[in-house]
């Protein structure tokens, strides 16, 4: 059985950090790509960083481009969100989950974690 498990979330000040972590298993983890969404109260679900199974394809939503940084530990299956210079409008339920491409669209993605919040204060 495959799980997902997102951690980390938290209530932060604007310019501050956190660290996502996504822990899986059930599943050979360094086959699959691995994509962080988040979905904001009345917004669709939305994709904001994505990894290949070697680490060598990244990708990124352009609001997040040069603030957040996602790597991967394919020895410990944990994939990390390191996000810095937060701003109010990153407020949201952030997402972990396992897919077939790497691409930030969900479509794409079979499994999902239940999600952390992540909440930015002005």
């Known amino acids: 059985e495959v799980h997902v498990v997102e951690s980390g979330g938290g209530l932060v000040q604007a310019g501050g950090s956190l660290r996502l972590s996504c822990a899986a298993s059930?599943?050979?983890?360094?086959?699959?790509?691995i994509g962080w969404f988040r979905q904001a109260p009345g917004k669709e679900r939305e994709g904001v960083s994505c990894i290949s199974r070697s680490g060598g394809s990244i990708l990124y939503a352009d609001s997040v481009k040069g603030r957040f940084t996602i790597s991967r530990d394919n020895a410990k299956n944990t994939v990390y969100l390191q996000m810095n210079s937060l701003k109010p409008e990153d407020t949201a339920v952030y997402y972990c989950?396992?897919?077939?491409?790497?691409?930030?669209?969900?479509?794409?993605?079979?499994?999902w974690g239940q999600g952390t919040q992540v909440t930015v204060s002005s």
């Open positions: 989950a396992i897919g077939r491409k790497v691409t930030t669209t969900p479509y794409f993605y079979d499994y």
């Open positions: 059930g599943f050979t983890f360094d086959d699959y790509a």
